[in-house]
């Protein structure tokens, strides 16, 4: 299955000199000042600024066993990951998928950390081109929902909501590391739920289950994705 790791700002001055005029030079100035003066040329008017591209918002309700989970999905800023997204939503592949993983991290405020769902690699369409944070601007906030992968356009049917905020795993252009340049594709994030996601990812997890750095963040049951449905908007504030 695909893994989603954590571990992992100059004023330019100016310098403006005048300068004395002499000799020949002084002569040729005096002479300019005899000349008429032209009416200076109209200022040509500023031309206003681009205002910025609203969000296009879609929002799908992943229906779980421990309760609803409302995403609301930036198909402005991130339009190939949130098109693969919705495919496997259209295509109710998601329907009895799970969550599987509740990674908990004991650094920074907490909870914090993440919980992973998705196909676990069965059932998928091709993979998504890779979307990188320094491409669409956005980052891992609490409540972030992004792709799970293994290598940059790998990623397919799984994902991760991040419990607190995780930045190591946002694009980090001038690194070394291919990896960690290319970061994870993050495309929207929770807007209702929030408590349904801390539920799963406080579920018990196993202490054998899972492979490499994702063992011991298995969890144990796995808790039901029921359905995946496109929503016009989320619930409205109680």
Sequence with gaps: ????????????????????????????????????????????A???ATA??????????????AGVIVLDLDKTHAPLTVANFLKYVDAKRFDGANF????????????NGLLQGGLQGVNVFPPVAHEPTSATGLSHKAGTISMARFAPGSATADFTIMLGDIPSLDAKPEAADPDSRAGF??????????????????????????????????????VKIV????????????
């Design 46 to 48: 500023p031309v206003p």
């Design 227 to 238: 359905s995946a449905r496109r929503v016009s908007g989320p619930p409205p504030a109680p």
């Design 1 to 44: 299955m695909p893994v989603l790791f954590a571990g992992r700002l100059a004023a330019a001055p100016f310098l403006f000199a005048a300068g004395l005029l002499l000799g020949p030079a002084a002569s040729a100035l005096a002479q300019e000042a005899q000349t008429p003066a032209q009416a200076p040329a109209p200022a040509t």
């Design 100 to 111: 599987y993983r509740a990674m908990h991290l004991d650094w920074g405020d907490q909870p």
């Design 185 to 222: 594709a993050a495309f929207g994030h929770v807007v209702a739920g929030m408590d349904v996601v801390r539920k799963i990812w406080d579920e018990p997890r196993s202490s054998t289950k899972g492979e490499g750095v994702m063992k011991g963040q298995m969890l144990d049951p796995m």
């Design 52 to 65: 910025p591209v609203p969000a296009e918002h879609v929002y799908v309700a992943l229906t779980t066993s």
